[in-house]
């Protein structure tokens, strides 16, 4: 079985700064996606970015990028010029067999950005 | 286009009820599933289904039934509620499995049971 791990319950950043939000994984697989999910107080649950392991090149959404290092099964999520809109609990999930409904969670991550 | 809809979005059960979550997609998606969100836990996978008349456990199954008669529904069954199945339960679906195709999330059901 995979597990998902947020090693940082909260964290906070300043308006306009960047911040790093970590997540390891460990499995066996070697298809498989990883996800971020962001989760506002409104509780929808909204991807941010998405990884396939095939791919060594790190996925791009304008200003959130992740540093995926397979090797190290780390996948960390970095957001740059953090907008007020941004505080919402981030969660990193893995997609086992390359899915993206048989998921699996991590803990989440609180993240407020501060004005 | 409505999406993924769950009702109720609020629901007190007392233990020992049975209920049913309900859960519809207008978007003819195959892939369909039910997670529950307990405070500090994230999400976790109870069941899913790659199609109609298709159903599979994830990994928290225990107490909870599905069936998948139609494409576009997807309920979610407890027999016997219990207090430690207070949660928030979300449904999810998506055209395709692969990792490259959008899950659309409901807005989630709050379950409690006293």
């Known amino acids: 079985a995979q597990t998902v791990t947020q090693s940082q319950p909260e964290m906070s950043v300043q308006e306009a700064e960047t911040v790093t939000l970590s997540c390891t994984y460990d499995t066996s697989e070697n298809n498989y996606y990883l996800f971020w999910y962001k989760q506002p107080p409104s509780r929808q649950m909204i991807l941010v970015i998405r990884?396939?392991?095939?791919?060594?090149q790190n996925a791009t959404e304008n200003r959130f990028s992740v540093n995926f290092q397979k090797a190290a099964k780390s996948f960390s999520l970095k957001i740059s010029d953090s907008q007020l809109g941004d505080t919402a609990m981030y969660f990193c999930?893995?997609?086992?067999?390359?899915?993206?409904?048989?998921?699996?969670f991590g803990k989440g991550t609180l993240l407020t950005v501060n004005p | 286009n409505a999406g993924v809809t769950q009702t109720p979005k609020f629901q007190v059960l007392k233990t020992g009820q049975s209920m049913t979550l309900q859960c519809a997609q207008d978007?003819?998606?195959?892939?369909m599933s039910w997670y529950r969100q307990d405070p500090g836990m994230g999400l976790r996978l109870i069941h899913y289904?790659?199609?109609?008349?298709?159903?599979d456990q994830g990994e928290v199954p225990n107490g909870y039934n599905v069936s998948r008669s139609t494409t576009e529904d997807f309920p979610l069954r407890l027999l016997s509620a219990a207090p430690s199945q207070t949660s928030v339960y979300f449904c999810?679906?998506?055209?395709?499995?692969?990792?490259?195709?959008?899950?659309?999330f409901g807005n989630g059901t709050r379950l409690t049971v006293t």
């Open positions: 990884q396939e392991a095939y791919k060594q």
């Open positions: 978007m003819n998606h195959e892939y």
């Open positions: 289904s790659v199609g109609a008349g298709i159903t």
């Open positions: 999810a679906s998506s055209y395709s499995g692969r990792g490259h195709a959008p899950l659309h």
């Open positions: 999930a893995f997609g086992s067999g390359g899915s993206n409904y048989k998921l699996t």
